[in-house]
């Protein structure tokens, strides 16, 4: 008995250190922002127990409203283009016999950088007279203001996330394909399956636990995307890139209203949270 307990004791005494600190920094300041939802809490301290009034105004507010719908488009348009482009990479990377060390720190690399010093460069290719315009105007074409049309402001700012994200998601995938046995495809190769059987038949189940992680994590990513946004567009056109992150940073430090911020935010968890459940739902049924 003593033996069998030990295992698990010493297991929770290496991650205790985590877990205090996930208590202290994420729980317990959770607990205290649905606490905060339920009231009118003032910057200076002063506040008075309110209930469901700031859910309400929330569903009144057609800023809000935008910003929700600004969020939900943003993610529909994130989370297939980053998970196929980390997918085709992370293929393309499995069939590669020399550098591959060198081919994957290229790809990776953008994911360590800043995300407001990518922001500013890619703010500059965006410009009228920047680099993607620049090669518009050499086929008579253009320019295009990506930053200034609401209707391509999203796509722009997506493409930007995906270009900076895109390298932790394709590890993911990669070390997914590698668990993968040789002889499974061999086989399957040998059987007369071309290369979209071999990957429909095998590669595609085998892989799903690991694409199943990678659109959970980009979709929590999408809906907190916050950084890009504040450095290349501040929320416009028009509100245009108004996304839930950025209306909850506007309510509580621009116009101190901690309270309805801190409703903004408990609503965008329970987004979040219904979200995953769906995808776990659809696509991990084979392993739940």
């Known amino acids: 008995m003593r033996h069998r307990l030990r295992d698990p004791v010493t297991g929770l005494l290496y991650v205790l250190p985590m877990l205090v600190l996930f208590v202290i920094f994420r729980f317990v300041p959770s607990l205290g922002a649905a606490g905060m939802s339920l009231t009118d809490y003032k910057i200076n301290g002063e506040w008075s127990f309110v209930g469901v009034q700031n859910y309400a105004r929330l ?40 550098m591959k060390g060198l081919f994957r720190g290229m790809l ?8 407001v010093f990518a922001g500013v460069i890619w703010r500059w290719i965006y410009e009228f007279d920047g680099l993607v315009n620049g090669l518009l ?16 402001v999203l796509p722009s700012l997506a493409t930007v996330s995906v270009w900076k994200g895109f ?23 040998v059987d007369g399956a071309n290369a979209w059987q071999r990957f429909r038949a095998i590669v595609l189940p085998l892989l799903r636990p690991a694409l199943f992680f990678v659109v959970v994590i980009e ?13 290349m567009t501040g929320g416009g ?15 509580g430090f621009g116009n101190s209203n901690v309270a309805y911020a801190a409703t903004i935010g408990i609503v965008l968890f329970v987004l979040v949270f219904i979200v995953s459940m769906i995808q776990r739902r659809l696509l991990d049924r084979s392993t739940t």
């Open 59 to 98: 569903f009144d507010d057609p800023i809000f409203m935008g910003a929700l719908r600004v969020t939900i488009v943003y993610v529909a348009i994130y989370v297939p283009l980053t998970v196929l482009i980390s997918l085709g990479t992370a293929l393309l990377l499995n069939s590669v016999v020399f």
């Open 108 to 115: 990776f690399l953008p994911y360590v950088t800043s995300f």
């Open 137 to 152: 105007a050499k086929i008579d074409m253009g320019p295009v203001g990506f930053l200034d049309d609401t209707a391509l």
């Open 167 to 189: 390298g932790y998601s394709m590890l993911i995938l990669l070390a997914g394909l590698k668990s993968i046995p040789a002889s499974y495809l061999e086989a399957a190769r």
């Open 219 to 231: 979709t929590i990513g999408a809906f907190q995307t916050f950084d890009v946004i504040y450095v």
């Open 237 to 251: 056109p028009s509100r245009a890139s108004y996304n839930l992150i950025y209306a909850l940073y506007d309510q």
